[in-house]
């Protein structure tokens, strides 16, 4: 798992997140930390979950559902930027399915929590369900297509490919979220996993790959898609969300509390 300084986490993400102009519930690290191969510049994907009080709610002026915020680090040495959702945005993609969330509420790397995160996260299991196969084919899908139209082909697409596939064949086999490329490869053991890893991490001449390779690498794309979907097919996810009126109940709790 990729650690994150207590330099950077109190000198640059931290401040970050506090300038977000609403309560929060969370805020996580995405991203290429969270995926196991940052390399020094990777900028810092902050994601989390926000509560409009209840007069934005129920006034005549627009809501904030998203707040983006872009920031170059107190010294301009790091980059990150900071999304976050209203939560009951939040919880609405959570019963969509949609993974992407799911990977940002349970993300490790925890630039600032709350006891509400905490609960909602327990709720949240009732949220997994088969149906985020299709999430996570969509995903890798874009994903491919996004890779197959770069010349010359890179590296770190590729990788994003390969996490998004594993991520998906082990949430609907185990029910659980893991979306560190590296410690997924520990139940794959795929070796090129590896070896691409460390050609991103490696000088920017290494980060391309030969034309000649890319006839294995699609049909490991293809290979594991297919994976993915016998997965959606066998698992024994529950069919639909049994958390949809607990996690009502703590939407009207935290609006309430925020006033």
């Given at each position: 798992?990729?650690?994150?300084?207590a330099?950077?986490?109190?000198?640059?993400?931290?401040?970050?997140?506090r300038?977000?102009?609403?309560?929060l519930?969370?805020?996580?690290?995405?991203?290429a930390?969270?995926?196991?191969?940052?390399?020094?510049?990777?900028?810092?994907?902050?994601?989390?979950?926000h509560?409009?009080?209840?007069?934005?709610?129920?006034?005549?002026?627009?809501?904030?559902?998203?707040?983006?915020?872009?920031?170059?680090?107190?010294?301009?040495?790091?980059?990150?930027?900071?999304?976050?959702?209203?939560?009951?945005?939040f919880?609405?993609?959570?019963?969509?399915?949609?993974?992407?969330?799911?990977?940002?509420?349970?993300s490790?790397?925890i630039?600032?929590?709350?006891?509400?995160h905490?609960?909602?996260?327990?709720?949240?299991?009732?949220?997994?369900t088969r149906h985020?196969?299709?999430?996570?084919?969509?995903?890798?899908?874009?994903?491919?297509?996004?890779?197959?139209?770069?010349?010359?082909?890179?590296v770190k697409?590729l990788l994003?490919?390969?996490r998004?596939?594993?991520?998906?064949i082990?949430?609907l086999?185990?029910?659980e979220?893991?979306?560190?490329?590296?410690?997924?490869?520990g139940?794959?053991?795929?070796?090129?996993?590896?070896?691409?890893?460390?050609?991103?991490?490696?000088?920017p001449?290494q980060?391309?790959?030969?034309e000649?390779?890319?006839?294995?690498?699609?049909?490991?794309?293809?290979?594991?898609?297919g994976?993915?979907?016998?997965?959606?097919?066998?698992?024994?996810?529950?069919?639909?969300?049994?958390?949809?009126?607990?996690?009502?109940?703590?939407?009207v709790?935290v609006?309430?509390?925020?006033?």
């Amino acid at each position: 798992m990729s650690e994150i300084s207590a330099d950077i986490l109190e000198r640059h993400l931290l401040p970050a997140a506090r300038s977000q102009p609403y309560p929060l519930l969370f805020v996580t690290i995405s991203g290429a930390h969270l995926y196991g191969f940052p390399s020094p510049d990777s900028d810092y994907d902050l994601r989390g979950a926000h509560v409009l009080p209840l007069r934005e709610i129920v006034g005549l002026d627009e809501t904030r559902d998203t707040v983006e915020l872009m920031d170059a680090g107190a010294s301009g040495d790091i980059e990150l930027d900071l999304v976050t959702h209203d939560i009951k945005k939040f919880i609405g993609l959570l019963l969509k399915p949609n993974g992407y969330v799911l990977e940002q509420l349970y993300s490790p790397l925890i630039v600032l929590t709350t006891p509400e995160h905490m609960e909602l996260k327990a709720l949240a299991h009732g949220c997994i369900t088969r149906h985020h196969s299709r999430h996570y084919l969509g995903f890798a899908e874009s994903q491919w297509r996004l890779f197959e139209k770069e010349r010359p082909r890179r590296v770190k697409p590729l990788l994003y490919v390969f996490r998004v596939l594993l991520t998906g064949i082990h949430l609907l086999r185990t029910g659980e979220i893991m979306a560190n490329l590296r410690a997924l490869n520990g139940e794959f053991r795929l070796p090129y996993v590896e070896e691409l890893i460390a050609r991103k991490l490696a000088r920017p001449e290494q980060s391309t790959l030969d034309e000649a390779d890319i006839t294995f690498y699609e049909s490991e794309y293809w290979r594991l898609h297919g994976v993915l979907e016998e997965a959606g097919v066998t698992s024994r996810l529950p069919e639909r969300p049994s958390s949809r009126d607990a996690l009502n109940d703590f939407l009207v709790r935290v609006r309430m509390a925020a006033g």
